[in-house]
Nanobody, 123 residues
Framework: QVQLVESGGGLVQAGGSLRLSCAAS????????MGWFRQAPGKERVFVAA????????YYPDSLQGRFTISRDNFKNTVFLQMNLLKPEDTAVYYC????????????????WGQGTQVTVSS
């Protein structure tokens, strides 16, 4: 059974940092692109970052380029999201996801999802 378990969310002031982790089990981790998405109340789930399975290349939407950094540890089956200079608009539930044979931003192409971790940024 595949499990993705996020951790590291919490309450932080604007300008602060958080590091999210996602521990994966039940899948061949190195064969999956790992991604992060977020969903704010009343809004759709949106792409935050992904790191490719083949060469570890990171992908970000232009709007988050420079503040967020995704990385993966294939020995620990864990993916990380370092978030800096956080803004109140970054407040959302952050989800970890895994995609087989796909690297990109389309949520529909991700096969497995975690339960999410809440990130709240106060102004």
């Amino acid at each position: 059974q595949v499990q993705l378990v996020e951790s590291g969310g919490g309450l932080v002031q604007a300008g602060g940092s958080l590091r999210l982790s996602c521990a994966a089990s039940g899948l061949t981790f190195r064969s999956y692109t790992m991604g992060w998405f977020r969903q704010a109340p009343g809004k759709e789930r949106v792409f935050v970052a992904a790191v490719g399975w083949s060469d570890g290349t990171p992908y970000y939407p232009d709007s988050l380029q420079g503040r967020f950094t995704i990385s993966r540890d294939n020995f620990k089956n864990t993916v990380f999201l370092q978030m800096n200079l956080l803004k109140p608009e970054d407040t959302a539930v952050y989800y970890c996801a895994a995609a087989r044979l796909y690297t990109g931003s389309s949520a529909d192409q991700y096969n497995y999802w975690g339960q999410g971790t809440q990130v709240t940024v106060s102004s």
